[in-house]
């Protein structure tokens, strides 16, 4: 609230994006090695699928990290230790943590920029439209929520039907 929209949006941003990079790089660089071989043997095969189908091209994962990175399922930060477990690329990981978590950022970000004026008494806003504006957060995050479960369905049955036929 105290830098605005823009310069707050920005530093969340490079906040979010680089401390998930860090996450990813500690347990795949630290983690991984210290497990070793254990972590193969060890992760199920459902997941070993999912991981191999969403590492396989750039745009797949940055598809699957973008659309994760909206479902409420798994919070933030265990979310990027995971991902570090996984042989998904670097880049299209840390693009898409970035350009995913624009819009949640961005509603964090303005509405605590519009709370501190309401405080001040800068800005005086209706009841309705503060009403509306909650419903509509709420709406638009459910929503979200939806699509990423669903597509998360959708690749997990995938890899249930490679695991199947023996590609997994």
């Not at 210290?34 to 997941?47: F, H, K, N, V």
């Not at 001040?120 to 419903?135: C, H, Q, R, T």
């Not at 709420?138 to 997990?156: A, M, N, Q």
């Amino acid at each position: 609230a105290m830098w605005g929209t823009a310069r707050g949006l920005f530093a969340a941003s490079f906040g979010v994006t680089t401390s998930a990079v860090l996450c990813l790089l500690i347990s795949r660089y630290l983690v991984l090695k210290w497990l070793g071989p254990r972590a193969e043997a060890s992760m199920p095969p459902i997941m070993a699928a999912v991981a191999t189908a969403i590492s396989e091209s750039p745009s797949k994962s940055f598809t699957f990290i973008a659309l994760f990175r909206f479902t409420p399922l798994i919070p933030f930060v265990w979310s990027n230790y995971l991902f570090g477990l996984t042989p998904i690329p670097l880049l299209p990981y840390a693009a898409a943590t970035f350009f995913a978590s624009l819009l949640p950022l961005f509603v964090f970000v303005s509405g605590g920029v519009a709370g501190k004026a309401v405080v001040d008494g800068s800005v005086k806003a209706p009841p309705e439209i503060l009403v509306v504006g909650v419903l509509a957060t709420i709406g638009i995050f459910l929503f979200i929520g939806k699509v990423s479960k669903e597509e998360l369905r959708k690749l997990t049955r995938e890899g249930e039907r490679r695991e199947r036929r023996g590609g997994g």
